[in-house]
């Protein structure tokens, strides 16, 4: 299951997609193709927006369909502390959202999208947050709930829980690539069956998802040939190059030290008559033919 | 004021982005001229600053003012500067007799656990309060500067507590009133074994990381000490919103007597 399928199909009834970024790379842009996708297909958008203003979440949306939005002001004051808020992060429960969702006109199955996971965390105990996700999930009131998560802010095991509560993890990180950034995506179907993908993408203008070539096995991480490899016997002043004849007999010469067939065999099986000596006497030699051992009585 | 900086972060006191919060951060390595060089520059730029000085006297940041140029108590009496002063300010808080001033700036070293809304109350109402000089000039767009938020960490306060005032700050200043933000955060060494680093230096750092456009990130050298070179600082250039394009660049630099000098890797005048 792709991360383009994921985006453009949603996900099935009562499914939560998360999805996970760190300092390196930020999903708020794969968040906003997923609410672009969403008003597209005619379903009614609540977000719960904590962390940025409407102006930045709602950029670059499909204006034709921006009416089915509905953008529900946490920011710029997620705690009540200056009362201009529509929906404080204290207010997530599952009635407060329920009810905030039968207010708007049509009460169609919608899709929730909280931005961010991170700051209702920070202040709602993360067993209590996790019944709230599961009522939310089988009220009936919400088709699917889409989450943006800080998952280098909390501890493992909390990044854990709510993993483990979504039925698709999308987890981006940076890719050797500056212009693209890598998504894996782990998807849970109802039958138990986990289907994994890694792919390249990148998020355009208008929030719609291009997605790239997938990265190849780790190992084997391949970064893109722009330049050809050079040749260094071109453009030199001498000639460092051979000709046919030439590549031939230098593969013809037979290394000294190899130890070569016709060498083993000169030194295993000795010629007979191969160790004779020659002895040419000189002038001033005293060559004696007679043996000198001659006289001893041995 | 720091020329060479201005110029690789494209900004002068005439033109400069607004809306920016930028986070200043250092690990065993001491980033305060930076903290010193945008309050000179935020200054020049004919501002309204609100600063939080937690760690140093007002006559420090004065007297190094005084150096880059800049009279920090001529700005606080013309109004251009309001400046807590943490240190001289907290005794008076502690040694108080009654607890119903919940709402003050320095409240929470009484009560660190309540959080920080007294603190974000002193900068809302110093930044909103209309800039009447003297003269009754206006200022240009407000800007907050912190030093250090770090500090807080080690009275009590929790890392939650600390990024939900960074994030009612940066509504106010940067969103609504179209101003700047500068924060130092120093950072301790990262210990491997600290897998849970629920409460340290380094969550915070993160997450003021993910809700900044600007971090400037301040190190020793990898390799050393070195007379010539006092460190690196990484620019990390990040657009929120935008899942890529999150440009990185290491410059070294030199602290002088009156500035700060800064180059490319490998550029340094003791090696050129």
């Known amino acids: 299951m792709s991360v383009e399928s994921c985006v453009l199909q949603g996900a099935e009834a009562g499914g939560f997609i998360l999805i996970q970024d760190t300092v390196k790379c930020t999903g708020r842009g794969l968040l906003k193709c997923f609410i672009n996708a969403a008003l597209k297909r005619g379903e009614d958008v609540h977000v719960l927006g904590f962390e940025s203003p409407e102006t930045e979440v709602c950029a670059g949306l499909d204006r034709s369909c921006v009416q089915k939005l509905h953008f529900h002001k946490g920011f710029p004051d997620p705690l009540g502390w200056t009362r201009r808020s529509s929906f404080t992060v204290e207010r997530f429960a599952s009635q407060h959202i329920t009810q905030l969702i039968k207010d708007t006109q049509q009460a169609k199955a919608s899709v929730l999208v909280v931005d961010s996971l991170s700051l209702v965390l920070r202040h709602h105990d993360p067993l209590v947050f996790c019944q709230t996700l599961q009522e939310l999930r089988k009220g009936g009131v919400i088709k699917t709930i889409i989450g943006l998560l800080h998952s280098d802010l909390h501890q493992q095991g909390i990044v854990g829980i709510v993993c483990y509560l979504a039925s698709t993890v999308i987890s981006v990180a940076p890719a050797n690539n500056e212009r693209h950034s890598v998504a894996k995506t782990t998807r849970r179907t109802k039958s138990g069956k986990v289907m994994q993908e890694e792919e390249y993408f990148s998020v355009c203008k208008d929030a719609t998802l291009s997605v790239q070539a997938k990265p190849r096995q780790p190992g084997h991480v391949q970064k893109e040939r722009d330049v050809s490899e050079a040749d260094p016997t071109s453009n030199l002043t001498f000639n460092l190059r051979l000709s046919e004849e030439e590549r031939k007999a230098k593969e013809k010469v037979a290394l000294p030290f190899v130890f070569s067939q016709e060498k083993k065999s000169a030194l295993l099986k000795p010629t007979p008559g191969s160790g004779r000596i020659v002895y040419e006497p000189d002038d001033n030699d005293d060559f004696d033919e007679e043996d000198p051992d001659d006289d001893l009585d041995v | ?272």
């Open chain 2, 1 to 272: 004021m720091f020329p060479e900086l201005n110029s690789i972060l494209n900004s002068t006191p005439d033109s400069f982005k607004s809306s920016d919060f930028i986070l200043v951060s250092d690990r065993r390595a001491n980033a305060s001229f930076l903290i010193q060089h945008y309050l000179a520059f935020y200054l020049r730029a004919g501002c309204k600053v609100c600063f939080l000085g937690l760690v140093q006297s007002f006559s420090h940041y004065s007297a190094v003012g005084q150096r880059l140029g800049v009279s920090l108590a001529q700005a606080r009496e013309k109004g251009q500067l309001v400046f807590l002063e943490g240190l001289k300010d907290s005794i008076g808080v502690l040694l108080q007799e009654d607890t119903s001033h919940e709402t003050q700036p320095l409240s929470y070293l009484r009560s660190p656990g309540a959080g920080l809304e007294g603190l974000f109350r002193f900068v809302e109402r110093s930044m909103r309060q209309s800039g009447d000089g003297d003269a009754g000039e206006s200022w240009g767009p407000p800007v907050l500067l912190i030093d250090d938020l770090s500090v807080l960490l080690s009275l009590g306060v929790s890392v939650g507590a600390i990024l939900d005032f960074t994030l009612y700050c940066q509504a106010t200043m940067c969103s609504e009133l179209q101003g700047n933000m500068v924060i130092l955060v120093r950072c301790e060494e990262e210990d491997a074994d600290d897998d849970d680093d629920e409460e340290g230096s380094n969550l915070l750092q993160r997450g003021l990381v993910h809700q900044c456009n600007l971090a400037l990130h301040v190190e020793g050298l990898p390799t050393g000490y070195c007379r010539d070179i006092h460190g690196q600082m990484e620019v990390w250039w990040r657009q929120r919103g935008e899942t890529i394009y999150n440009q990185r660049k290491i410059f070294h630099f030199k602290v002088h007597d009156k500035g700060a000098s800064f180059f490319a890797r490998g550029t340094s005048s003791a090696v050129l």
